[in-house]
């Protein structure tokens, strides 16, 4: 069975750093595209960034001075680099990837679990 977990979020002092991972479990032949997701109380989630299999990346423009996204493997898909951090940026954050699974070869999306990112002094 495949899953995302993400890691790193906690709380931090407006103006901090913060870089979230996300790593993968279960059987994957690949990682497609992966993207960062947030949801603040009370909003919708929303885009943070987005990374596809060839590098080309896309941000919200809240975010794109502050924010980058990278990937790695499929065993560990992306990271989220969050810096200049504000009390709005304060969400639970969401790993998102399009994975390929082993044997079988399908691809499905799937999302993690999420992390807790508190901006606050």
């Known amino acids: 069975q495949v899953q995302l977990v993400e890691s790193g979020g906690g709380l931090v002092q407006p103006g901090g750093s913060l870089r979230l991972s996300c790593a993968t479990s279960g059987s994957i032949f690949g990682v497609h595209s992966m993207a960062w997701y947030r949801q603040a109380p009370g909003k919708q989630r929303e885009l943070v960034a987005r990374?596809?299999?060839?590098?080309?990346?896309n941000y919200a423009d809240s975010m794109k001075d502050r924010f980058t996204i990278s990937r790695d493997n499929a065993k560990n898909p992306g990271y989220l680099q969050m810096n200049s951090l504000k009390p709005e940026d304060t969400a639970i954050y969401y790993c998102n990837a399009g994975i390929i699974r082993a044997v079988t070869l399908r691809f499905a999306d799937y999302w993690g679990q999420g992390t807790q990112v508190t901006v606050s002094s």
């Open positions: 990374i596809t299999s060839d590098g080309s990346t």
